[in-house]
């Protein structure tokens, strides 16, 4: 996948936002940041990223609506999009309306761990099947 498709994070906690910034980086991508979801909606429609890095609990719209959003408009459907939780454990399925995520992240997490997550879903050349990774 090209460099120049930028990876968006999106947390309403700015320091949130800078540890997933700082452990992206070393992929070569350039990095949007986004505080809430419909500032992501937004991003995702004009920047196509190659991965989202999308937080669970945020204001203005959540990380739920902001997934139905994006995988309901055909132009942003098919972007990866990792579900960063505070909530403990949760799995695929779990909460109606995440079905759509490629992967569910815990916080806190390894940022080495989570950078080789995003690493493989932007060198995958197919879909993955979502699964629940502890990173």
Same mark, same amino acid.
């Given at each position: ?15 949130? $936002? ?18 809430? =979801?419909?500032?992501?909606? +937004?991003?995702a429609k004009s920047q196509h990223p190659c ?11 959540? =990380?739920? %609506? ?8 055909p132009s942003t459907r098919d972007i990866p999009?990792?579900? &960063?939780?505070? $909530?403990?454990? &949760?799995?695929? =399925? ?7 995520? +490629?992967?569910?992240? #815990? ?5 080495? @761990? &989570?950078?080789?997550?995003?690493? $493989? @879903?932007?060198?995958? #050349? ?5 699964? @629940? %990774? +502890?990173?």
């Open positions: 996948m090209p460099k120049d498709r930028p990876i968006l994070v999106v947390d309403d906690e700015p320091h949130m $936002r800078r540890v997933a910034e700082l452990s992206m980086k070393p992929l070569g991508h350039p990095i949007l940041l986004a505080g809430d =979801g419909q500032e992501a909606v +937004t991003l991965v989202i890095l999308l937080d669970h609990i945020m204001p203005v719209m959540d =990380g739920k %609506a902001a997934l139905q959003e994006l995988k309901s408009d999009v990792i579900i &960063l939780s505070s $909530r403990g454990q &949760l799995a695929v =399925g779990q909460y109606q309306g995440f079905e759509t995520a +490629t992967m569910f992240v #815990s916080k806190p997490f390894s940022p080495a @761990l &989570l950078r080789r997550e995003v690493e $493989r @879903l932007i060198l995958a #050349s197919e879909p993955l099947e979502p699964q @629940l %990774a +502890t990173v």
